[in-house]
């Protein structure tokens, strides 16, 4: 029996662009004081990186897939297959890196291997969605002689930022003054720039301030005024809006916003023409309004959300979707009077007419630092298996 620990080093986030690094330690639990003739043998091992595309079969026509003969293993094979037993299609996948072969272990003794790998720019971001979803994983695969293939699996999320695979950093890094005292890899020394740079190009994207002002109004006139102060946030952030109702001409009696995503499927992998758009609501307020000058609320966008992509079956973009009540009547007539003496008593109708109305405002949510989204994760950071 051989123990099996994959360790991703930094958490299961990360930018796309970014190196991925996860220790492989191989173990015989067995006690040292055993018999050598307890020794474990493994033929070899190997890892790799792969995007699993998983679609509903009622609402997506998958393209067709090349690879999906290549699912199934014979039990005894010894090609290393990481998507095998999976359902969906392998769209993305890095080229597999040998770990070992023939590594003898006595009882006692572990080793541990690195695995070090550069997630591809041009993949999507992980996503788990309605109608697809975008599942990373990196998968060890590990065999002893005659003996079928064991398959241990690290999922992990990847997000991706536009704009960061057409940066070029300076060559000319050479000439600065360096520390030869510390010794630092160049492949980790370009992902932390990678990491800094998308850190300050979100910050720069996400701190620009501009008041705009909408006007409500419907057909009868207008309701009042809504201001935000930015449309762009990166996941994480609050979105906040304030409302303002004492210029309104109808009073408004309620409303309510929705911090929601659209995720819409491209009009040629549609299995149905014209097929309705899949909502899903993040947060949401709501709030009795009657006589209120001024309101505002608070929306937090989940680290655990997916920003607004675009792929060739699929694209995901963020909105507030907000509703309003409003009066079919005058301010006035909205409470009665409910006694003739001295002290009056003033108490809301029974009934009155009313209008529904509903407005969308398009937002922008961008990705965040990878490490504050490993916080949250649902994916663990440490994975095993016995073989």
């Known amino acids: 029996m051989i123990e099996v620990l994959a360790k991703l080093g930094r958490g299961p986030v990360f930018l796309a662009g970014e190196v991925l690094e996860c220790v492989i330690t191989f173990t015989n639990p067995l006690s040292a004081s055993s018999t050598s003739a307890s020794s474990e043998m493994l033929a070899w091992a190997s890892a790799q990186i792969h995007c699993q595309f998983h679609a509903s079969e009622n609402r997506v026509a998958l ?3 090349d690879g999906s003969k290549h699912d199934v293993q014979a039990e005894n094979e010894t090609v290393f297959v990481p998507n095998r037993g999976e359902r969906g299609q392998c769209i993305l996948s ?4 040998i770990l070992f072969c023939d590594l003898r272990l006595d009882p006692g003794e572990s080793k541990s291997y690195s695995y070090c790998e550069t997630l591809p720019v041009d993949g999507p971001p992980s996503f788990r969605g309605q109608s697809v979803k975008y599942v990373y994983k990196l998968t060890i695969g590990c065999q002893r002689v005659n003996s079928p293939i064991k398959l241990l699996r690290v999922p992990f999320r990847v997000l991706v930022l536009h704009g960061l695979k057409d940066y070029q950093f300076p060559q000319d890094e050479a000439v600065a003054p360096s520390n030869p005292f510390l010794e630092e890899e160049e492949g980790l020394k370009k992902d932390s720039r990678l990491a800094d740079l ?7 994207a996400t701190s620009r301030r501009s008041l705009h002002v909408y006007n409500i109004s419907n ?3 207008k309701v009042g005024t809504f201001c935000i102060f930015k449309t762009v946030y990166k996941i994480g952030e609050d979105v906040i809006g304030t409302f303002n109702f004492s210029e309104g001409d109808i009073p408004c009696l309620q409303f309510s916003v929705s911090l929601q995503t659209e995720e819409s499927i491209q009009e040629e992998f549609q299995r149905r023409r014209g097929q309705p758009v899949s909502f899903t609501v993040h947060a949401r307020h709501q709030e ?12 937090p966008i989940p680290l655990s959300s997916t920003p607004g992509f675009t792929t060739n ?19 006035g007539t909205c409470l009665v009077r409910g006694s003739q003496s001295e002290a009056v008593t003033w108490t809301g109708v029974e009934q009155m007419e009313v209008d529904t109305f509903s407005w969308d405002l398009p ?3 961008l990705p965040t630092n990878p490490i504050l989204a490993s916080y949250v994760s649902q994916f663990s950071s440490t994975n095993s298996i016995t073989i």
């Open 198 to 204: 998308a850190t300050e190009l979100l910050m720069v």
């Open 94 to 97: 890095t080229p597999p890196k």
């Open 313 to 331: 079956i699929v694209s995901l973009k963020w909105r507030l979707h907000f509703e309003f009540v409003t009066s079919g009547e005058s301010a």
């Open 288 to 299: 009795s309004c009657l006589h209120t000058a001024q309101s505002s609320f608070s929306l």
């Open 363 to 365: 937002i922008k949510v």
């Open 63 to 65: 393209p067709p897939s």
């Open 219 to 221: 057909t009868r006139g």
